[in-house]
């Protein structure tokens, strides 16, 4: 059974920071491109950052790009954002997803993503 699990949300100081881990089960990640992405209340879920199954090219959104930093582990099947600098409006539950024989630049959409976790929430709050 194909699975992603995602861990480390929690509440958060302004300017501080949190690593999510997003474990998978059941596959390797090594031939999938994974994305995280985030849904706060109200709008629609949207990428903040992804790597590249093939060369390990990362994206991130204009608003992360120098805070948020996505890696990846295959021999632990773990994928990772590191996220520094943390604003309040960084709060939302994050998702973290994978498509299969793809790239960040061909599968920049939720809809375009197979396996999904089940989300974990990120809070920064003073």
């Known amino acids: 059974q194909f699975q992603l699990v995602e861990s480390g949300g929690g509440l958060v100081q302004p300017g501080g920071s949190v690593r999510l881990s997003c474990a998978a089960s059941g596959f390797t990640l090594d031939y999938y491109t994974i994305g995280w992405f985030r849904q706060a209340p109200g709008q629609e879920r949207g990428r903040v950052a992804c790597i590249s199954e093939s060369d390990g090219r990362t994206y991130y959104t204009d608003s992360v790009t120098g805070r948020f930093t996505i890696s990846r582990d295959n021999a632990k099947k773990t994928v990772y954002l590191q996220m520094n600098s943390l604003k309040a409006e960084d709060t939302a539950v994050y998702y973290c997803?994978?498509?299969?024989?793809?790239?960040?630049?061909?599968?920049?959409?939720?809809?375009?993503?197979?396996?999904w976790g089940q989300g974990t929430q990120v809070t920064v709050s003073s």
């Open positions: 997803a994978a498509v299969p024989r793809s790239n960040c630049h061909n599968s920049r959409h939720y809809y375009e993503y197979e396996f």
